[in-house]
């Protein structure tokens, strides 16, 4: 009856500060049965470590499971269900810090990749049928935030000559091609590769463009 | 039930009479390309206004921001019944239709689009609204797959495949990889070039770089 509320719901939350996040995330914990959340942004430069956007979390069990396996977990399916792709001392760890049920629901506003873990230190108390409606309802709090603070990916962060470079090596070119291509040398390509490597805060060409590809930017 | 019946039942359930469903293109240009409206398999004249009269900053938000714009004629009985909800945003006319919603659309991993429904007697609560929005993310995922579908298909990659080229696109070496997933350097590179050959790319940026465009790595 908790997911027949939450689907002819509450009105939609004008999300505009952290704190209407949080309060809204406290909200959603509710609906869908969850006694703990964590909401990651995915949409860092690969190589960092996803960044928490908002959790209510014990610290210590963040640091004792280690965010790396909090973003797996927030990518895959339901714990206690098949098909998730954690192993099962991953599922174990998660479980001696009270992460019984856990359910990941991906979620995106526009380019930006969120995951949220949702848990609950009972197993079968997670309400699998309004995670959909939990998807949307984070994206719109998600864009109305990002919407209020401005912070667009990196979209303008590279040059022309950088993203046209960039974006033909994505389609298989090598540099000295794609000197040819733009009418400069194959050292000129490779500057620009390397400022636009630089700028994208990625150690090599594959990440460079993977970023680029991820944001928008090719 | 057909994907054209669907969205036509979607746009009458909010008081709408005519709709229009475009991709938007992930890279910079946003090129709009319709897919679908009210007059399968025919183009409306809807259609033709959105191609030609959705403006850029429309498409921005569109391809940002998962909150649902509208906008109507002064005093026309829809300005009241959007202003009721808080969280959507107001936007400039497309076409000559006097009121109107875009909802941005997103699927797949890169995949951005919009469904724009035009009509007089807009009915809309947030509860109406959100839940025909979910319907609409499933359509257009759905329509997508479709066409993807009957263009061939994404190539099959295997899962160590693809293990291996989303390890690529985090920016690993081949070594890395193959530390990480337990195998020789020898077979991580054999993987690698198994996927670029089934990805029909010339070398690995390309294949890392289509297969995040098919959406197949993230």
């Known amino acids: 009856m908790v997911a027949a509320a939450l689907a002819v719901s509450q009105p939609i939350a004008v999300v505009s500060t952290r704190r209407d996040l949080i309060e809204f995330m406290r909200q959603i914990c509710r609906d869908v049965g969850a006694d703990r959340y964590m909401l990651v942004d995915l949409t860092v430069r690969t190589g960092e470590q996803a960044r928490i956007v908002a959790s209510n979390w014990i610290f210590d069990a ?16 339901r714990t206690t269900e098949p098909g998730h792709q954690l192993s099962s001392e991953e599922v174990e760890l998660l479980a001696q810090q009270g992460h019984v ?5 991906p979620v995106r506003a526009g380019r930006a990749r969120y995951a949220l873990l949702l848990s609950a230190e009972k197993a079968g108390s997670l309400l699998s049928r309004a995670v959909a409606k939990v998807e949307l309802l984070c994206s ?7 919407g209020k603070q401005g912070f667009e990916t990196q979209v303008d962060a590279l040059s022309d000559r950088e993203r046209e470079c960039l974006s033909w090596v994505a389609e298989g070119k090598t540099t000295e091609e794609v000197g040819v291509i733009l009418g400069v040398s194959g050292s000129t390509a490779n500057s620009y590769l390397t400022s636009a490597m630089q700028k994208l805060g990625a150690r090599n060409r594959a990440l460079a463009i993977a970023t680029a590809i991820r944001s928008g930017l090719i | ?5 669907e ?29 679908m409206d009210a007059a399968f398999p025919d183009a409306a004249v809807l259609t033709q206004q959105v191609a030609a009269d959705v403006s850029p900053a429309m498409l921005r938000h569109a391809s940002n921001s998962t909150i649902v714009a509208w906008w109507a004629a002064p ?20 076409g000559s239709a006097r009121a109107g919603l875009v909802m941005p659309l997103y699927a797949g991993r890169c995949e951005h689009g919009m469904l724009v429904l035009t009509g007089t007697d ?24 479709l066409r993807a579908e009957m263009s061939g298909g994404n190539p099959k990659l295997s899962r160590r495949e693809l293990e291996c080229l989303r390890l690529t696109a985090e920016g690993q070496t081949s070594d890395e990889i193959a530390t990480n997933l337990g195998l020789s350097v020898h077979t991580a ?11 029909d790319a010339v070398n690995r940026m390309h294949a890392v770089a289509k297969a995040l465009r098919f959406g197949l790595i993230d």
């Open chain 2, 7 to 35: 969205l036509l039942e979607l746009a009458e359930g909010l008081g709408a009479s005519d709709f229009c469903l475009a991709t938007i293109g992930s890279d910079r240009q946003r090129k709009l390309t319709p897919i």
């Open chain 2, 189 to 199: 590179n054999q993987y690698l070039s198994n996927a670029t050959q089934k990805l």
């Open chain 1, 101 to 105: 049920d856990v359910v990941g629901v």
């Open chain 2, 75 to 94: 005093r026309h009985s829809a300005v009241s019944a959007f202003e009721r909800l808080r969280w959507v945003v107001r936007t400039v006319a497309i």
């Open chain 2, 1 to 5: 039930m057909p994907v054209y019946r």
């Open chain 1, 62 to 77: 963040i640091d004792m499971i280690g965010i790396d396996l909090i973003a797996k977990a927030a990518r895959f399916g």
């Open chain 2, 122 to 145: 807009f009915a809309v609560c947030d509860d109406t609204l959100a839940a025909a929005h979910l319907q609409a993310l499933e359509l257009f995922d759905r329509l997508l797959k």
């Open chain 1, 140 to 146: 719109y709090a998600l864009s109305l935030l990002s």
